[in-house]
């Protein structure tokens, strides 16, 4: 029971890095949507520094770390990267950039 406690103390403090970069790199920054087929995702996008950030919605975040919460993060429930990369492209797009 121990190691299973430990286990999920390393799976919670690993997302702390991710959330650390993404406050201290897009803090201040507007969040944009784009609607795609399988999702709606937020946009964050620093053209001044060639940087973009995309991420799911909101609702599809919290799913997603609910399955990885009660799975123990067993299973990669991560959406795949060309999900991403087209709801970038589609922002690019409708943005004329």
Known sequence: MRNLGIVALCAALGGCAGASYAINEYSGVTV?????????????????????????????????????????????????????????LEYLRSTGR
Do not use: C, H, W
Not at 35 to 61: F, G, L, W
Not at 66 to 76: H, K, R
């Open 32 to 88: 944009e949507s784009v609607s795609m087929p399988e999702d709606t995702y937020r946009i964050y996008d620093k053209p001044s520094a060639n940087k973009m950030m995309v991420t799911p919605s909101i609702m599809a975040s919290m799913a997603q770390g609910a399955g990885q919460g009660l799975l123990l993060n067993a299973v990669d429930n991560t959406p795949p990267k060309p999900l991403f990369e087209r709801a970038a």
